[in-house]
C-alpha cells in the first residue's frame, strides 16, 4: 500500500495533508485530505470523522470553507474527506456536472460504463478505512457527515454499516433519491432500471424499515434553491415517524446550499460527533 504526501499545511496545531494513491476499489488514482489534530502528535490514536462532499467537490471543499479545523484540533477529532468519485482520463465522464467524475454518489455502480471505477460505496467504506487505520494514529472510532449528495452517503452508509459508525449527520441531505431528478438520472446510470436496488441507497427507504438506529443529525437551510426539487427533508421526517428513528432535523430559516450555511452550523456537529465518539 502505498500512499504519496501531496501536500502539508499546519493548522490550529495540528496538520493538514493531502495525499494520492492507488485505489484497487476504484481502478484508478485517488486523492484524499486529512486533518490530523494535535493529540495524534502525542502517540495517541483519535477517532476519525469522514466528511462526503456534494456534487462538483473534490477533498478540498470541506477543508477549505466550512472552518471544521480549529473545533476538530479542540475536539482531538481526525477528518478524512475522499474526492466525490473517481476520476482520470480513463474514467467515463458525463457532460453534467452531476453524473460522472464529481458526481459519483457513493454507490457501486453495475451499469457500463460506470462500472469500470464507480464503486464509492466500496471506496469509502472498505478501501479508505482500511488505508486511513494502517497509516496514521487513528483509532477504528468513526463517525461520518456529509453535504448534499455526500449527506445522502453518509446517511446511507451508516444505516448500512450501522455496525462501523458512532453517529452520522448530514447538511442539506438528498433525503429520497430515488423521486429527485439528481437521483433519478444517477441511480439509472449507476445502477440501472431496477427500483429494488435503488432503495438500498434511499435514506428515506432505510429510516423507514430500520431496527438499529444511529445517533443522527441532520441541518437544513430554508432558503436552499434545492429544497423541494431535490432535498425533499420531510420525506426523512415522515420515514423516522414510521420506524421511530430519533431523528434530529433542525430546519434554519434564511441559511442556502453553500458553505456559507455549513460553516455556521459544522461546530455543533463536529461536537454532537465527538460526544458519540468518546463513548
Ligand atoms: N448548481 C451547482 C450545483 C453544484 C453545487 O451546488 N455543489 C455543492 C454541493 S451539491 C457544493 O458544495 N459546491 C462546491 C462549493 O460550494 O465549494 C453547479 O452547477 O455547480
Known sequence: MTIENLSVNKSFGGWQKQYGHHSKTLNCTMRFAIYLPPQASNGKK????????????????????????????????????????????????????????????????????????????????NELPELIEATFPVSQQRSISGHSMGGHGALTIAMLKPERYSSMSAFSPINNPMTCPWGKKAFTAYLGKDKATWAKHDASELMRQATQFVPVKVDQGLSDDFLTEQLKPEVLEAAAKVSNYPLELNLHEGYDHSYYFIS????????????????
Open 46 to 125: 483519535v477517532p476519525v470523522l469522514y466528511w462526503l462532499s456534494g456534487l462538483t467537490c473534490s477533498d478540498e471543499n470541506f477543508m477549505q470553507k466550512a472552518g471544521a479545523l480549529r473545533i476538530a484540533a479542540e475536539l482531538g477529532i481526525a477528518i478524512v474527506a475522499p474526492d466525490t468519485s473517481p476520476r482520470g482520463e480513463g474514467v467515463a465522464d458525463d457532460e453534467g456536472y452531476d453524473l460522472g467524475q464529481g458526481a459519483g454518489f457513493y454507490v457501486n455502480a453495475t451499469q457500463a460504463p460506470w462500472n469500470r471505477h464507480y464503486h464509492m460505496y466500496d471506496y469509502v467504506v
Open 264 to 279: 455556521s452550523f459544522i461546530e455543533e456537529h463536529l461536537r454532537f460527533h465527538a460526544n458519540h465518539l468518546n463513548k
